[in-house]
């Protein structure tokens, strides 16, 4: 079999491929390929059977973002459209494409891919590791807490277009954890068109700015009635009082709507903006709770260059002395070494060493250290990677990280 990347005569045989694999429109996802604003037919990869003529058996797509985390921007590789013939499953094709992605990662020089799998646990064979934990909450407008800031928010408006891209980017350069910036294509192309409901807090200045689409829900039974549903699509606040504004805004919309959705990172406080703690359907004596929050679970992560990623790391602390880590890799065996980390002045510096290792594992549990989402000392306490205990708190303040997360609009 060989891979090669795609040309523009393939664009049909793609859209053909991926059509089947996740029952899109053909036409749709032709239009995709040749008008999308992040990627083009050229970061596509296509498998073929070798001298048969056969055509196209697989694909994958490998589109470059950039993120920000802890301040930092970096590369990120993101893996997308991977697909399959119907008749060419079950003989590795898949593996094929993914093992070969992760070469070319390394050799573009990414030091860390994402992806949203259709299955966590085929894509954790390849050192993808699950970090996209987010909290998808319900609750009724009368369980918020009406906020006087409402009255800073206002319609949002065309001539608010560049305002919110301003905001969004600052957001994310302040606070984003492995979220991809925007280029003004995609938002004049894709998120812009979207913004049917939108408002911004606007004090004086725009300081946050909220998007949500408004639907009715199917009855539950014959004969009742639909509940109307905000669903909250983006909520960027710069400020306390924006967050505020905006919570009071959507309890002010009690009259209008039954529930409100809101999906948002795994840390944000929204029990500081309601009434009280509730659950879904629990009862117990004196007590009724009516809306309630799930685990929804989001996007992989893998560092794909142990060294560089390690590298990108700024911190406003200093390790009093060197800190030796070891990952191994069975895909990218380029990132099997010990590794000597120091940090001086917000810069981290890493070499190589012969020095033994004070903080082992896998390169899976290492993605998710990397990413804020498992603190090293979790790790080494419940068995997943093996550490010094006179290093470890250090660990866990080098790789802390607000929770990793993608707004909806950035799905890829």
Not at 86 to 98: F, K, Q, S
Request: proline share 6%; charged share 25%.
């Amino acid at each position: 079999m060989i891979i090669r990347q795609a040309t523009g005569n393939d664009g049909d045989a793609i859209a053909s491929l991926l059509s089947k694999s996740f029952l899109e429109d053909t036409s749709i996802i032709r239009v995709s390929i040749e008008n999308n604003p992040r990627y083009s037919i050229s970061n596509m990869f296509v498998i073929e059977e070798k001298g048969t003529g056969g055509g196209i058996l697989g694909c994958l797509r490998i589109t470059p973002f950039e993120v920000y985390s802890r301040g930092v921007r970096m590369p990120m590789a993101g893996i997308a459209a991977v697909a399959v013939q119907p008749e060419a499953r079950r003989r590795g094709i898949a593996d094929n494409l993914m093992e070969d992605a992760l070469r070319k990662m390394y050799d573009m020089d990414f030091p860390i891919s994402m992806l949203f799998p259709f299955k966590h646990r085929f894509y954790k064979k390849y050192g993808y590791a699950h970090v996209g934990n987010m909290m998808s909450y319900e609750l009724a407008p009368s369980d918020i807490i009406p906020f006087p800031e409402r009255s800073g928010v206002r319609a949002f408006g065309k001539s608010d277009r560049n305002r919110v891209k301003r905001m969004l980017e600052q957001d994310v350069q302040s606070r984003g954890s492995f979220t991809p910036l925007r280029n003004d294509a995609f938002w004049d192309l894709v998120v812009l068109p979207k913004f049917k409901d939108a408002y911004v807090y606007d004090d004086g200045e725009a300081k946050g700015y909220l998007t949500f689409e408004l639907y009715k829900e199917p009855a539950a039974a014959p004969g009742a009635f639909s509940e109307p549903v905000v669903n909250v699509k983006e909520f960027v606040g710069l400020n306390a009082a924006a967050h505020r504004g905006f919570w009071g805004f959507l309890s002010a919309l009690g009259e209008q709507v039954a529930k409100v959705r809101f999906l948002g990172p795994g840390d944000y406080p929204l029990h500081l903006f309601v009434k009280e703690p509730r659950e879904k359907d629990y009862r117990r004596l004196f007590f009724e709770y009516k809306s309630f929050s799930t685990v929804a679970p989001g996007f992989m992560l893998r560092v794909i260059n142990v060294r560089d990623a390690i590298s990108r790391l700024r911190h406003n602390i200093e390790t009093p002395s060197d800190i030796v880590i070891r990952v191994t890799d069975g895909d990218l065996p380029q990132n099997s070494r010990h590794l000597n980390i120091h940090v001086h002045n917000g810069e981290t510096v890493v070499d190589d060493t012969r020095l033994p290792a004070q903080f082992e594992s896998d390169i899976e549990v290492f993605s998710q250290v990397y990413s804020g989402f498992l603190r090293p000392s979790d790790a080494v306490k419940y068995g997943f990677a093996s550490g010094d205990p006179s290093i470890i708190h250090r660990l866990d303040e080098l790789f802390s990280a607000p929770s990793p997360f993608i707004y909806q609009f950035d799905i890829f």
